[in-house]
């Protein structure tokens, strides 16, 4: 086709690849962005003490289906970040009781 030769012989502009691989950093800067935007959800439902070390994805689900970050990050990244900050804080709660039980106090205790 002669419009792709044309393209190709385009010494001054950007070559096809290299508007391919812009459009690719664009998407996954978006991504990174609604991640983001999801895990900052997941702290602040820690924070205000919605998630705990045993809330599942159904319930957090219920709690934030609403909520812009939750209805726009990536289902599959977005449960893997769930599951891997569940279980940070499901270890923080352990460790919590385990000092409680041991009489240890921690700066966390002040929460």
Do not use: M
Not at 2 to 27: M, T
Not at 63 to 82: G, M, N, T, V
Request: aromatic content about 10%; overall charge negative; proline content about 2%.
């Amino acid at each position: 086709d002669e419009r792709y030769v044309r393209l190709c012989q385009n010494l001054d502009g950007s070559r096809p690849r290299e508007l391919f691989e812009d459009l690719i950093d664009e998407i996954e800067d978006e991504i990174d962005r609604k991640l983001d935007d999801f895990e900052d959800l997941l702290r602040d439902g820690y924070k205000a003490r919605e998630l705990h070390g045993n809330t599942t994805w159904e319930k957090a689900e219920k709690l934030y289906r609403h909520d812009k970050a939750w209805k726009q990050a990536p289902q599959a990244e977005a449960r893997k970040l769930f599951v891997k900050f569940i279980a940070k804080v499901f270890r923080r709660e352990q460790e919590k009781e385990r000092r409680k039980r041991e009489g240890i106090r921690s700066e966390d205790d002040a929460d």
